[in-house]
């Protein structure tokens, strides 16, 4: 008996060697366990960057990029990005799996090189110095005044509607420097016959009334970049 007691200690006191599997991290919503460093996305993190807006594949691109660190790091690494880059992102298929990217295989497997692709983006007046919570709920308005727009007119924007809806729709956000450019990019998204929505805030909350917050436009990825393809991120 004495000789199986010590048997037990010498071989719980002995190290053992850890195997390289790297950090694991759990997604207590899904039960999902994602370790670090297999180029796979966090959908921890992945969660909160779409809530934003963001893109799934710039997000997924992103988050592997920077080894799955943190919300911040993915952020800070689109931020880097000019807006050709940033497209080129956008509109890449290498990009990991998720439980939201069956619409984007869709679009994929078409593979054509004329199909053409659409997209809403929404230009933020920075010059107001917005809040966070309050960009989002201009932005909000933006995409629905946009929506209402495209769907009271089907004849004219049915097809692009739905070509857009079937590909993930497809939003993103930029930086605008003042009203007056948010105008100025109006009218000459207007002049390639662009949809637009201009919102104009009522001023209940850290605005003037009538001050002009995002310019929203929707049109195919050509198109739109011909009028914000210059801007930046936000």
């Known amino acids: 008996m004495e000789e199986v007691v010590e048997l037990l200690r010498k071989t719980m006191s002995e190290p053992v060697e850890p195997k390289d599997e790297g950090e694991k991290k759990e997604d207590s919503k899904n ?12 959908p921890v993190l992945l969660g909160p960057l779409i809530s934003m807006g963001m893109d799934e594949r710039l997000a997924s691109k992103a988050l592997v990029c920077t080894d799955n660190k943190s919300v911040d790091a993915a952020l800070s690494w689109i931020a880097e990005l000019g807006a050709e880059e940033m497209e080129a992102l956008c509109g890449s298929t290498d990009h990991a799996g998720s439980e939201g990217s ?22 933020v007046n920075t010059e107001l110095s917005m809040g966070v919570g309050k960009v989002a709920a201009q932005v909000g308005h ?75 436009i929707f049109g195919d990825d ?5 009028v914000t393809g210059h801007l930046k991120l936000l």
Do not use: N
């Open 222 to 226: 050509q198109a739109v970049d011909e």
């Open 142 to 216: 933006g995409a629905l005044g946009l929506y209402r727009l495209l769907r009271d007119d089907l004849e004219k924007y049915e097809a692009s509607t739905e070509e857009w809806e079937e590909c993930g729709e497809r939003k993103i956000t930029l930086k605008g420097k003042d009203s007056q450019e948010l105008v100025a990019l109006q009218k000459k998204a207007e002049g390639l016959h662009l949809p637009t929505y201009l919102v104009q805030d009522a001023g209940r909350t850290q605005v003037a009334p009538g001050s002009v917050t995002v310019l929203a």
């Open 102 to 123: 069956e619409e984007w295989e869709d679009c994929e497997e078409e593979d054509d090189d004329d199909e053409t692709y659409y997209k809403m983006v929404f230009v």
């Open 31 to 42: 039960g999902i366990v994602f370790t670090e460093g297999d180029d796979q996305v966090d």
